[in-house]
C-alpha cells in the first residue's frame, strides 16, 4: 500500500453506491499486488458525453494522481448537494483512472514494474527526428523504454480497455491525461505526438481553444499540439485516436488532451529540490502542492460543460471548419 492509493480506496468507501467501480486488472510486482481501478460517475448510457481523467501513467509524476483525488473528493462533496452537477451528470459521464502505473507511483519511478514507459508503449511510431526520449528498444535500464514490440503492457491494455468501453462509444468525449515535468508553463496538448502534421480534428481542437481563452483569458495554459514540443513514439493517445477514426464511430468526436504541469518552476524557486528524487516532477513545498491540487479544477468543469454544450465548438458548419483549420495551420504548422 502508498499514500496515493490508500487514498484513493477510502474515496472508493464513499462513492459505494453512487458510482461505478471497476478494477481493471491487478499488477503483481516483487510481491506486491496492485489494483489500477476505475471510477465511472453519472449515466451508463453508452452515447452519452463523456470526460475521462487518467493520473500516475509515469510514476513519478504522481501530482497527476493527486490532482484527480482531490477532484474527485470535491465531487463526492458536491454531490450531495448540488442539483446543476447531479443534472449534468445525469446526461454526462465522468470516467477516472487516478492511478494507471502503480509500481511506478510506489516507487517513485517513471517506468512501471517491467522498466517500460507506458506513455512509449503503443505500437505506434514516430515520423521524423525522433531521440531516446522519444522512445527506444534498446534496454529498460535506461529510460524511454518502449517495451516488447510484441504485446502491451498490462496497465496499457487496461487504459485502452476502459476508454474504448467508455469513451469510444460516446457521441462526444474527451480525455484529460495529467503529467508533469516539462518547462515553466503548464501545457494543455493535443495530438500528435507522433508526427508534425495537423490531426483530423485541428478545426474542433482550435475552436475549443479560442472558446477557452474567451471565457477564461487570465487562464495559465500553453494549448498547442504535443509534436509543437517534441515527436515521440509509442504514444497511447495517439494509437487510440486513429483507432478510433477507423472505427465505426470515427464520424464522432475524441479529443485526448494531455495536461502537462510545469514544473520546472516549482524548481526555480527551490533549486534545492533537484537532489530529492520527486523535486523534479512532484511540487516539494505544501503550499505549492496545495496551489497546484485546485490549480485546474476550472479547466475540469470548462470541459465538462463544453461536452454538454458543444455548438460553439463540436457543431462547426462546413465554412466554419474551413476557417479554423486555416487559422489552426497559422498558429501551430506553418
Ligand atoms: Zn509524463
Redesign the pocket.
Known sequence: MFQELAQLESLLERLDGHARIETLTRIRWQGHDFPVYAIVLGTLQPQAPTLGFFGG??G??KI?SEVILSYLQTLIEMLEWDRELQRRLAESRLVFVPIVNPVGVYRGT?ANGNGVDL?RNAPIEGQGNTKLYSGHRLTPWLPWYRGDASRMETEAEALCEVVRRYLFEAELSIVLDL????GIRDRLWFPYASCRKPFPDIAEAYALKNLFDHCFPHHVYRIEPMSEEYVINGDLWDYLYDSFKSSPQAGRLFLPL?L?MGSWLWLRKSPLHLFQRHGL?HPLLPHRQQRILRRHFTLFEFLHRCLLSPTKWAEQTHDQRVDNRRAAWETWYA
Do not use: A, C, K, Q
Not at 503529467?179 to 516539462?182: D, V
Open positions: 501513467v509515469h513519478l509524476e497527476g517513471r506513455m503529467h508533469s515535468g516539462f494531455t502537462e516532477f
